[in-house]
């Protein structure tokens, strides 16, 4: 079956830009994660998506929003870019919980100018 | 609040040889486990997880175990491959179903 796909998979963006990231989850994963991975930070839990709903949220400014449809998909989206928010952005999904372990996308790679 | 705590890489083996990575974490309760692994250019791949004390993971030839006396959940491969060359991520689930990540291990195995 088809694993997590995100897009577009590299981004070049400008100071204050703002951005928007897509992730399919795989079919029939209801809960969906991002993470965001720097060199300097490691790798830091964003927000969670269950049933459309957020179900949890990380220690980041309200520049970071998402959302997630009701076919599961999410999108996630960063206003005002900061150069501090180059990073790689990556999706995780999983049927319920974490529990069973996420499945994680290949990431997009934001680059801000 | 929650964290994990992995050696430091990069880690440089011969290949056959045997690995070790340390892991320690810090968590209120009762959290799952896990080691994921990055390949350059990819995103995280779940290795092995233990979801209660004293279960072992294991996959691919890896194995850890969940040591709550100890809080750790150290990783070993009796006999590494140059495949093997990646950066493996030590990580926990607890409540709040985010999973809290070490600072990863790069692992490169010579041939």
């Known amino acids: 079956k088809a694993g997590v796909t995100q897009t577009p998979r590299y981004l070049i963006k400008t100071r204050g830009q703002q951005v928007t990231l897509s992730c399919s989850p795989i079919?029939?994963?209801?809960?969906v994660s991002w993470y965001q991975q720097t060199p300097g930070q490691g790798l830091q839990f964003l927000f969670e998506?269950?049933?459309?709903?957020?179900?949890n949220k990380g220690n980041f400014p309200g520049r970071f929003s998402g959302r997630q449809f009701s076919n599961s998909r999410s999108e996630m989206n960063v206003s005002t870019l900061e150069l501090g928010d180059s990073a790689l952005y990556l999706c995780?999904?999983?049927?319920?919980?974490?529990?069973?372990?996420?499945?994680f996308g290949s990431g997009t790679r934001l680059t801000v100018v | 609040g929650n964290s994990v705590t992995q050696m430091e890489g990069p880690v440089t083996l011969s290949e056959e040889a045997f690995l070790t990575i340390n892991c320690t974490y810090t968590?209120?309760?009762?959290?799952?486990l896990f080691w994921y692994v990055q390949y350059p250019g990819e995103g995280l791949q779940l290795l092995l997880k233990?979801?209660?004390?004293?279960d072992k993971g294991s996959n691919k030839g890896f194995e850890a175990t969940y040591r709550k006396e100890t809080t750790s959940f150290h990783l070993e491969k009796g006999s590494v491959q140059v495949s093997d060359s990646a950066v493996y991520f030590c990580?926990?689930?607890?409540?709040?179903?985010?999973?809290?990540f070490g600072g990863g291990t790069r692992v490169l195995v010579k041939p």
């Open positions: 995780a999904s999983s049927y319920m919980t974490g529990l069973y372990g996420y499945t």
């Open positions: 079919s029939g994963h209801r809960s």
């Open positions: 998506y269950f049933s459309e709903t957020q179900r």
């Open positions: 968590a209120t309760g009762y959290p799952s």
């Open positions: 233990a979801t209660k004390a004293d």
């Open positions: 990580a926990l689930l607890a409540a709040g179903n985010k999973l809290t």
